[in-house]
């Protein structure tokens, strides 16, 4: 058995190097992790100067849950040029009351918080259509992804990112396409 960190980007790409060591792949892993290193500098690079959109990334509701910093989910969101506005939070996935997520008024919602057969997909205001004050209700920019598009790091943090960077700044990046927001096999054209 063995433990592998990865909760955060640096995390996922030390691990993927120690795998190769371990199945002795270490050039295979070398060249994996390298890849995965350009795609983030990729999106990165893209999104540079852009706007910085304030996005509220919700992992569970009842209570809710966010990503916060430290997360790998706030590393790939700020590579995709968002805000989070958890980001001051004390850990990486943080309760927070409704109440302090409402006032920070995000620009988007991501909601990877259902992951039920027949759950919500896609960009629909579902129950955030209550809050019509929240620039993201009102600009539509709440999006439902299945958990598993974005929960599950790994060799596809690049797709990830750009995912991440469909939602905060579609005028770049281009609409999410409908497959992105499906389960793991699905999301991103892969």
Do not use: C, K
């Amino acid at each position: 058995v063995l433990e592998l960190e990865t909760g955060t980007t640096e995390g996922v790409l030390a691990a993927i190097e120690e795998i190769g060591r371990r199945v002795h792949r270490e050039q295979s892993a070398e060249t994996l992790a390298a890849t995965v290193r350009e795609g983030l500098e990729q999106v990165r690079a893209r999104a540079a100067g852009l706007p910085r959109r304030r996005v509220l990334i919700v992992v569970g509701m009842d209570p809710l849950y966010v990503a916060g910093s430290g997360s790998y989910l706030d590393e790939l969101l700020t590579i995709a040029g968002g805000e989070n506005v958890a980001a001051r939070t004390a850990a990486p996935y943080q309760l927070l009351s409704m109440e302090a997520a409402l006032e920070r008024l995000p620009e988007v919602i991501v909601d990877t918080s259902d992951n039920r057969a027949g759950a919500a997909r896609g960009r629909v205001l579902g129950d955030w259509q209550r809050w019509p004050f929240l620039p993201a209700v009102r600009q539509q920019r709440v999006y439902f992804v299945d958990p598993t598009a974005l929960s599950i790091p790994g060799p596809r943090l690049p797709a990830m990112a750009e995912l991440l960077a469909r939602f905060v700044h579609p005028e770049v990046f281009g609409e999410a396409p409908p497959q992105a927001f499906a389960a793991l096999g699905a999301a991103v054209g892969q």
